[in-house]
């Protein structure tokens, strides 16, 4: 891994254990940085959990939408660029998360019953799931293609 991305490593909590940022440096800069404001998100969910007040939890589950479609739009421009395969798939995916976090703003619109854990959960997996594993799958295409 490339020292560059190191500087960013710094430890977060999570109910299946410890990891680090640079666990999920993929090696092309904007999108390392992108992935870390989501994770950055994800521990501002857990760090409050439990003390959160149903407004400041949506307004939390909006800005992660909203930053989660910015990211998004900008990885699927590097990967149409680059000539990924995978393009569609991918793009599926995203799409699938979108609407998930989509569903549970509407959970919450209605009412009160989508704890601050469901939400972290649900975030932990798909970093664990998509950014530690998925995204992997286009780093060389992206490398190749001379996003660094």
């Known amino acids: 891994m490339p020292d560059l991305l190191?500087?960013?490593s710094y430890l977060f909590r999570q109910d299946m254990g410890?990891?680090?940022k640079a666990t999920y440096a993929l090696g092309i800069l904007s999108i390392d940085d992108q992935h870390s404001v989501l994770i950055d998100l994800l521990q501002k969910l857990q760090n409050k959990e439990g003390n959160l007040e149903l407004p400041e939890?949506?307004?939390?589950?909006?800005?992660?939408k909203d930053y989660a479609r910015?990211?998004?739009?900008?990885e699927e421009e590097c990967m149409k660029k680059s000539g990924y395969?995978?393009?569609v798939a991918?793009?599926?995916?995203?799409?699938?998360?979108?609407?998930?976090?989509?569903?549970m703003g509407?959970?919450?619109?209605?009412?009160?019953?989508?704890?601050a854990?469901?939400?972290?959960?649900?975030?932990?997996h798909w970093l664990l799931d998509h950014i530690g594993g998925r995204d992997r799958d286009y780093v060389p295409y992206l490398q190749k293609a001379g996003f660094l």
């Open 6 to 8: 190191l500087y960013r």
């Open 18 to 20: 410890i990891f680090e």
């Open 57 to 64: 939890l949506r307004n939390l589950l909006q800005e992660l």
């Open 70 to 74: 910015d990211h998004f739009t900008h």
């Open 85 to 87: 395969p995978d393009l």
């Open 90 to 103: 991918h793009k599926k995916e995203h799409a699938a998360f979108v609407r998930h976090l989509a569903v």
């Open 106 to 115: 509407f959970r919450l619109q209605n009412s009160s019953v989508l704890p």
């Open 117 to 124: 854990s469901e939400i972290a959960d649900f975030l932990t």
